[in-house]
């Protein structure tokens, strides 16, 4: 039997994947990595990104919570029954904590299980020194069309800049870069007035969940197919901040 490794963050969406791909497989083991210091974080960010820009993402992120987090449930809902997504927590005796993507704690895990497959979701960028601890591919789900939109919120970014046949989602092999790695699929995703910035991942994790057992068993038999991205343009995106949000919300009517 073949042994598949997951690597992720939890919350929703490691929660969908998990229990698609434990439906066909059989899921050895599940490492989750632990969220970043969060002051260790945002000096990071800022350094990369500048003060003013940082405080307005922080800002967007507290009106999100406050002003649209209560209004997506119903949608959630609606999003789960109409794709068969199953939100249930992975059990806990099947978890194993660690404190970094790119650790010897986590070289080590890789190397006792000894995956023919890893599935990544909602990790930090890892580093060529874990990826090559191992002969096994890395697959990860990025909710955006690579590779223009890569980094976050890709289908946010698409509406954002009108482009509509770009609102979508990736499946693709991890390599060293931003969500640069080879792509497996692609599929466009089509939002309706009941969706906004807090549901899109919703929906783009359940396109992609589509065919995605069909893609594991291909990459398990070595038979998968590299595709052509939909698009060859290339940029990277971070969070939005309160005043790109409120332009957008206002002018261009992308919630």
Request: hydrophobic share 40%; net charge positive; proline share 3%.
């Amino acid at each position: 039997m073949e042994k598949i490794m997951m690597i992720c963050t939890l919350g929703p969406s490691t929660n969908y994947i998990y229990n698609h791909v434990s439906r066909d497989f059989h899921v050895e083991a599940v490492i989750v990595v632990q969220k970043e210091n969060r002051q260790v974080f945002l000096k990071k960010r800022i350094k990369r990104l500048g003060l003013l820009k940082v405080i307005g993402q922080i800002i967007f992120v507290l009106y999100s919570k406050i002003f649209m987090a209560k209004k997506v449930d119903s949608r959630v809902k609606e999003i789960q029954w109409k794709f068969n997504l199953n939100p249930d927590d992975i059990t806990a005796k099947k978890i194993t904590h660690v404190h970094s993507v790119n650790s010897e704690e986590m070289k080590c895990k890789i190397r006792e299980v000894d995956p023919d497959l890893i599935i990544i979701n909602g990790t930090p960028i890892i580093k060529e020194d874990v990826l090559s601890v191992t002969d096994a591919r890395f697959v990860n789900v990025h909710v955006g069309i690579t590779p223009k939109y890569r980094g976050v919120h890709g289908a946010y970014w698409a509406l954002y800049n009108n482009d509509d046949d770009l609102v979508g989602v990736t499946t693709h092999f991890v390599d060293k870069g931003i969500d640069s790695g080879e792509v497996l699929d692609q599929k466009v995703v089509k939002v309706d007035e009941a969706d906004n910035f807090l549901t899109y991942s919703h929906l783009q994790i359940a396109h992609a969940l589509l065919e995605y057992n069909k893609i594991i068993q291909s990459v398990l038999n070595d038979r998968f197919i590299i595709k052509e991205p939909i698009t060859g343009e290339s940029a990277i995106w971070s969070h939005p901040t309160i005043v790109s949000y409120l332009y957008g919300r206002i002018f261009k009517k992308v919630r």
